[in-house]
C-alpha cells in the first residue's frame, strides 16, 4: 500500500472539552483514517483547519453549532443519547476548509477524517432524515443500521460511516467478513474503525480481529467510549446477555467501494437464515 502524506491534525479546544479518543496515523497502524471523539459540554469549542483531509461530524449526542467559515448549521443534532435509536445530524465539510464546532447542550460528538484533494466538493448538512434505515441479522444476529455516508454516497470522496445497534445478546459484524484485499470486483481494501457505548455504561463486548492465516489474532473486551483499529482481517462482535451496543464505524480506503468476503467456514450461518426465509413463505 502506498504511503499517503499527510499533515497531523492541529486543533484548539477550550476548556469545556474533553478529548476521549484522538486514533492518528502516529499512533494507529491506519493509513486512511483518522478520528477525534470529544464530550463537549454547553459553550465548549473546538477548531481545526483540514488542508488536505476531508471530515463527517456526527452528532453522537448533544446539539451543537457547526461552521465551515462560509455556512454555519445551527441546532445539529437530535439525541441525549445514543441509546435513543434514533437518527442523527452530521456534517460534511471538504478538504482545505475550516471546521468551528460550538455546544449547545452537552454531549459527545466523533470526528471522522480521511484523505482527500477534491477541492470541488461542498459542505453538506446530512439531517438525521437523510439517514437509510435498515435491519441486518437473523435469529441472535439481528442489529439495527444508520447509514450516515454508504458506499453509494456522492458527497464524500472516501469516507464511509455508519452507525450500528446490537441488542443484548446478540452478535453483529457477524458472520465474520473482511474487506483487507484491493482486488475488485471480489473484494475492496477498506481500513475500519469502531467506537463503542454501552448501556448500561459498565457493560462490555467483545470484538476479535483476526485473519486467514491467524499472524494477527486478538480477542479484547471493549468497554464504554473504548475505540478498536480494524487495519485488516475479520471483525465480528458479541454482546453479552444485559446489555446494549452501540458502534459507530468509519471505513475508508483507496476505492469508496465496501465489497466483503465472509470468512467460508461460517457462511452455512447465512445459508440457514436464507432457507429459513424460505420456509416461512
Avoid at 476548556?15 to 483514517?33: A, D, F, G, M, P
Avoid at 432524515?129 to 435469529?139: Q, V
Wanted: aromatic fraction near 10%; include cysteine; glycine fraction near 4%.
Amino acid at each position: 500500500m502506498t504511503s499517503l502524506k499527510r499533515e497531523p491534525i492541529k486543533f484548539k479546544l477550550n476548556k469545556k472539552v474533553t478529548l476521549l479518543q484522538h486514533i492518528t496515523r502516529e499512533n494507529s497502524l491506519l493509513e486512511y483514517i483518522e478520528a477525534q471523539v470529544f464530550n463537549m459540554e454547553k459553550e465548549g469549542e473546538f477548531h481545526t483547519s483540514l488542508e488536505d483531509k476531508e471530515i463527517c461530524i456526527v452528532a453522537l449526542s448533544g446539539k451543537y453549532t457547526i461552521s465551515d467559515g462560509s455556512q454555519t448549521f445551527e441546532e445539529v443534532g437530535t439525541r441525549k443519547t445514543v441509546f435513543e435509536k434514533i437518527p442523527t445530524d452530521s456534517v460534511y465539510i471538504p478538504c482545505n476548509k475550516k471546521v468551528s464546532i460550538k455546544c449547545i447542550e452537552e454531549g459527545n460528538i466523533i470526528l471522522c477524517y480521511s484523505p482527500s484533494t477534491d477541492i470541488n466538493r461542498e459542505t453538506v448538512l446530512i439531517s438525521a432524515k437523510d439517514n437509510s434505515i435498515e435491519k441486518r441479522g437473523h435469529y441472535n444476529n439481528n442489529r439495527l443500521v444508520h447509514n450516515i455516508l454508504d458506499d453509494k454516497s456522492l458527497i464524500s470522496e472516501n469516507l464511509l460511516v455508519v452507525e450500528v445497534f446490537t441488542d443484548s445478546g446478540n452478535w453483529s459484524s457477524y458472520p465474520p467478513h473482511k474487506h483487507d484485499q484491493n482486488n475488485l470486483p471480489e473484494e475492496s481494501f477498506l481500513e475500519e474503525t469502531y467506537y463503542h457505548e454501552l448501556n448500561p455504561k459498565q457493560g462490555f463486548v467483545f470484538q476479535r480481529i483476526y485473519t486467514e492465516d491467524r499472524l494477527l489474532d486478538e480477542t479484547m473486551a471493549i468497554y464504554n467510549q473504548d475505540m478498536v483499529v480494524v487495519p485488516k482481517g475479520y471483525h465480528p462482535v458479541s454482546v453479552p446477555d444485559g446489555y446494549d451496543s452501540y458502534y459507530l464505524n468509519i471505513m475508508a480506503g483507496p476505492t469508496k467501494t465496501w465489497k466483503f468476503n465472509n470468512e467460508k467456514d461460517h457462511e452455512w450461518i447465512i445459508n440457514r437464515a436464507k432457507e429459513g426465509e424460505k420456509n416461512n413463505e
